[in-house]
Each structure stands twice: as C-alpha cells, then as structure tokens.
C-alpha cells in the first residue's frame, strides 16, 4: 500500500521559513514526478511546485525564488523549503506522486496519482 506522509507543517510569522517533508513508502518513486499542492480555506487546490525524475524543477509563479522544491530519491522523500513567507501562503499543503508520466503538465492535480494527507502551514501577519 502505498503511503504519502507530510510533515514540518507549523504556524511562523511573516517572513519566516518552513521546511516541509513528504516521506513515500510502498513503492518507489526514483523515476516519477513527485509535487506540493495547497489548500486555502474556501479555494480549490493549487499547485505550488514538482520536480520530475531528471531532476527539473517547477513552480508557480506565487512561490518562485521562495520556495525550493528538492527530493532525496534514496529515501523516497521530497522536500519543500519554503522562505520570505507571506499570509497567503497559508494553507493545508499536500504531497502527490505521480504513478506514471501521462505527458500532461506537471502542474495540474490530474497527472498524480497517490496524495498525503496534509500538514497546516499558517503565517501570521
């Protein structure tokens, strides 16, 4: 069965720094894409940064030059290091994997396959 399981989650102030990790388990994802997601309350779910198998980066304009997208194939574990935060970047976060590449964008939910559960991350103002 395979596991998605985020962590790093917290509450920081503005201009502060988090670092979230995803740690896969149940299979391996050396050669896929693997991504962050997030969830603000009453929005829909946006893409934030992936990172192919090469690897290449990705990011939405939202986050890029902040946040750094990184992953440890050896422990089947992505990273998002996420600095200069704001009050909009607070949100539920979540991790995806993608089982296969579909050839769609790396941006849109539909190209993963198996997804965390979601850690908090909240920036006071």
């Known amino acids: 069965q395979v596991q998605l399981v985020e962590s790093g989650g917290g509450l920081v102030q503005t201009g502060g720094s988090l670092r979230l990790s995803c740690a896969a388990s149940?299979?391996?994802?050396?050669?896929?894409?693997m991504a962050w997601f997030r969830q603000a309350p009453g929005k829909g779910r946006e893409f934030v940064a992936a990172i192919s198998s090469g690897p290449t980066s990705y990011y939405a304009d939202s986050v890029q030059g902040r946040f750094t997208i990184s992953r440890d194939s050896a422990k089947n574990t992505v990273f998002l290091q996420m600095n200069s935060l704001k009050p909009e970047d607070t949100a539920v976060y979540y991790c995806a994997a993608e089982a296969f590449y579909r050839g769609y964008s790396r941006s849109r939910p539909g190209s993963y396959d198996y997804w965390g559960q979601g850690t908090q991350v909240t920036v006071s103002s």
């Open positions: 149940g299979r391996t994802f050396s050669n896929s894409a």
